[in-house]
C-alpha cells in the first residue's frame, strides 16, 4: 500500500516532465540568440549563454531597423486592442441589456463570422482598402481588427448575469448611459477586461498574412514582418538575427501578462466560480 505521502508523486513527476517539455524550446530559444551562427544548431546543443547577442541584434537592427518595427508593431497592437476592447465592451453592454428589434438576428448573425476562415476575406478586404486609398498605411491594417466578434460574444455573456436592478439604480440617481456604463459596467466587467485584452494584444501582435499583403514599404513593417523578409536559403538566412528578434518579440507580451496576470485569472475563473 502506497503512503499517503507519496501517492501525489507521479503526478508531480509527469507534471514536472510536461513542463520541462513545453519550456525546452523556449530555453533554446533564449540561449540561441546569444550564439553565432555556426554553433547554434550544434548537436549536442548549448546549454550556457553565449556572447553573441550584442552582435545578432546589431546585426537585426541593421537589416531591418529595429526600433522603428518595434514601434510599428507596438502603434498598431495598442491602438488596435484599445479599440476593440471599447468596441466590444460597448456592443456587448448593448446584446445584453438593451431590447430592441433584431437584436437575436444581429447577434446571431455577428457569431456566424466566427466560423469564416480568415483567409475568404483577404481579397475583399484588399479591394475594400484599395478603393479607400489605405494601402501601406496603419489604417489598413488597424481597422480590419476593431470589430473581433469573439470579443464582443465574450462581454455581452460576461454581462448578461449582471443584475439588472444594479444598472436602474445608477439611472434613478440620474446617471446617463455612459456614466452607468463607467461606473458600474466597467468595475464589474475588469477581469474579463483584462483577460481579453491580453488575447486582443496577443492576436494584433502575432498577425502576419494581412500586413504582409497591405504593407509594401518597409518602414511601416511590423516585426513578424520585418523577421520574414530575413529569411533566404540555408546559406544566406542570418539565423543568429532572425532568433534575436523572434525571443525579443515575446517580451511585450510577457510584460502585458505579468501586469495584468491577476485580473486575467480572475477572468478565466468567473465562469467557474458563478452559481
Known amino acids: 500500500m502506497i503512503p499517503n505521502k507519496l501517492r501525489g508523486w507521479p503526478l508531480t513527476f509527469l507534471l514536472a516532465a510536461l513542463t520541462g517539455f513545453s519550456v525546452a524550446p523556449f530555453y533554446w530559444l533564449l540561449i540561441s540568440t546569444t550564439r553565432k551562427d555556426t554553433e547554434i544548431f550544434d548537436w549536442p546543443p548549448h546549454l550556457l549563454p553565449g556572447g553573441g547577442l550584442g552582435d545578432n541584434l546589431h546585426r537585426l537592427d541593421q537589416k531591418v531597423g529595429l526600433l522603428r518595427v518595434l514601434g510599428n508593431s507596438l502603434l498598431v497592437a495598442g491602438i488596435q486592442t484599445a479599440g476593440a476592447l471599447v468596441i466590444a465592451l460597448l456592443a456587448g ?32 478586404l484588399f479591394k475594400m482598402m484599395t478603393s479607400f486609398g489605405l494601402l501601406d498605411s496603419y489604417q489598413a491594417i488597424i481597422l480590419p481588427g476593431l470589430c473581433v466578434p469573439f470579443a464582443v460574444f465574450l462581454m455581452r455573456q460576461s454581462l448578461t448575469s449582471l443584475p439588472d436592478e444594479l444598472l436602474d439604480a445608477a439611472r434613478v440617481d440620474g446617471a446617463g448611459e455612459l456614466r452607468v456604463l463607467w461606473s458600474v459596467v466597467v468595475p464589474v466587467v475588469r477581469p474579463v477586461l483584462a483577460a481579453l485584452s491580453i488575447f486582443l494584444f496577443l492576436g494584433s501582435w502575432n498577425q502576419f498574412v494581412w500586413p504582409l499583403i497591405a504593407l509594401r514599404s518597409p518602414d511601416m513593417h511590423t516585426l513578424p514582418v520585418a523577421l520574414a523578409t530575413l529569411y533566404g536559403n540555408q546559406a544566406t538566412t542570418d539565423y543568429g538575427a532572425i532568433l534575436s528578434g523572434t525571443a525579443l518579440s515575446t517580451l511585450p507580451m510577457m510584460v502585458l501578462f505579468l501586469v495584468l496576470q491577476r485580473q486575467f485569472i480572475s477572468g478565466l475563473l468567473a465562469g467557474a466560480t458563478k452559481g
Open 93 to 124: 453592454y448593448a446584446f445584453a441589456k438593451f431590447r430592441f428589434r433584431g437584436r437575436t438576428l444581429l447577434f446571431a448573425l455577428l457569431l456566424s463570422t466566427l466560423v469564416v476562415p480568415e483567409q475568404v476575406m483577404l481579397v475583399p
